[in-house]
């Protein structure tokens, strides 16, 4: 049977192929685009793709040197006539990944951590105002 | 933030065919030394005219930020130029070190800019002549503050406006 997602299929086994990715997320945002003057021709369903992907490949290398990684590998894709239109890219190493996510649950503890205090301070609050 | 308008010099450029008599070599030598050629092979190499090259370098050198898009600064035409304006003008990037060039507007540009940069999407960004990323890199350094050091220290900001900052 054929796939529904074939260029998605395609970004998937090629990304696989070259990076070996530890993360791969493929989102199609092609809906939130189909509005566009510029996607008045296109029958396709998909033309919007973000990708998160998390590599060894990407190590010691620059963002744009990464971003450029990514394009080569689609380069078909993305000049294809009625192919991939916009393709936003957050690139990463493994070691990133790691850091965004302890400094996202750091906030998310500080967060809960400053909730409890307000609440502790309500509660002294309500104590006092009772008696 | 932005509120003049910076118009596609570009295309007046080309009107100057004095502009080109210049050869392309010698105008890219005083470019910085990163390459823009670095990753393209000989064939993709030679399918930008020398005309557009030039013509592109003379945009990227037109001022110290400079901006490809997709319509205007007060008008952009497609979510992530509208995203790239946003962040340039809360960083506060001074009006008159800035310039946006419209690739809508000349599908010379359009394609030009592609291989000239060896990056297949709209925005590009460029800074003191350099490439600095699409959207998505504006994004992600905006976010994590290496855009507004790096335009500190290109002195790009307007004056007064990081001081303003720290007032608020």
Redesign the interface.
Known sequence: MNSNTPVEDTIRAKITAAFNPQTLEIYNDSHL?SH???MASSTSKETHFRLVITSDAFDSKM??AR??MV??LL?DE??LEGGIH?????TLTPSEEERQQKKKDDEAKAKAEAKALRAEARAAQEAEAET | MFTRTVASTLLRASARPAAFRAPAHALRASLSPWAPLS?LTPFQARLISDQTRTAIDKAVASAPVVLFMKGTPETP????SRAAIQILGIQGVNPEKFAAFNVLEDPELREGIKEYS????IPQLYVDGE???????LV??HQGGDLAKMFEEKKVLVEGEAEAEKKE
């Not at chain 1, 916009?86 to 957050?90: D, I, K, S």
């Not at chain 2, 035409?77 to 992530?80: E, L, T, V």
């Open positions: 685009h566009h003057k510029a963002q744009p971003h450029r394009y080569a380069r993305m000049a916009a393709l936003q890219l957050r | 990753g035409q497609c979510g992530f060896d990056w297949p999407t490439f600095v990323g699409g959207c998505d890199i992600s350094m």
